[in-house]
């Protein structure tokens, strides 16, 4: 399976405005959909957020769940330096500069957080490269928290959408130009059990939980051969 580019170290050039940028489009929905499941999460877990950005979301992880350790995974290294300040360099954090790849053969967590991360991707790179990454380092009966916008049913969301999509292309290296269908790929899996969805920003995103549950080998997802 050939490599593809880096999701998005394009990030660098809005990381310092990145979260002024989000709040002055959606005010405070997309934070509301990121930390909405914050209270499901079991003290002392260890946790993978994969595409964490500037690092708000891994400071309400520290305090309201008190994790044992966080595995936190971003390709900018602007976003993770902005997010080890916003900790104070927080000694249970495993700060990683990178994307799937970064992930180790032995990192095993109980929690997964993907927060407006796979929207980036294409519906290939999702099947071939991301999932089959992400998920070995789930354990059975652990939990993946997951929000991302969703195929809008307004005028103005799909234009939204597809201002979005023009805007980090032009400053990014993402492949993807409109949104995978990461939520039905997710609910077919058959080692993974969905919990519970809720709704933000008028429909445009979802936010839900999936448990892992054992599976068969063959029945785990595979890259496409």
């Not at 330096?81 to 500069?97: A, E, G, M, P, T």
């Not at 070995?136 to 928290?145: E, H, I, R, S, Y």
Request: one cysteine or more; charged letters at 20%.
């Amino acid at each position: 399976m050939a490599p593809h580019p880096r999701v998005d170290d394009g990030f660098d050039g809005v990381a310092p405005f990145y979260d002024a940028l989000s709040r002055l489009v959606f005010g405070n929905s997309l934070r509301n959909a990121q930390a909405h499941w914050l209270h499901q999460v079991p003290e002392g877990a260890a946790i993978l957020v994969f595409g964490g950005g500037t690092g708000w979301l891994l400071s309400r992880i520290l305090t309201d769940c008190k994790p044992r350790k966080v595995i936190y995974i971003d390709a900018s290294p602007v976003m993770i330096s902005l997010s080890r300040k916003k900790v104070n360099n927080d000694s249970r954090v495993d700060f990683r500069v990178g994307t799937q790849t970064a992930l180790l053969a032995n990192d095993r967590v109980d929690i997964l957080f993907t927060p407006f991360i796979l929207d980036l991707f294409t519906d290939n790179q999702l099947k071939n490269s991301l999932l089959p990454h992400l998920l070995p380092c789930l354990v059975t009966n652990g939990f993946w928290f997951c929000c991302d916008f969703v195929e809008p049913t307004r005028w103005w969301h799909r234009l939204l959408l597809w201002s979005q999509y023009r805007f980090f292309r032009t400053l990014s290296h993402i492949q993807a130009d409109h949104l995978p269908n990461w939520l039905p790929l997710l609910n077919s899996l058959s080692n993974l059990r969905l919990g519970e969805i809720r709704s933000f920003y008028g429909g445009m995103v979802a936010s839900g939980f999936w448990q892992k549950v054992a599976s068969p080998e063959n029945d785990r997802i595979r890259p496409d051969q």
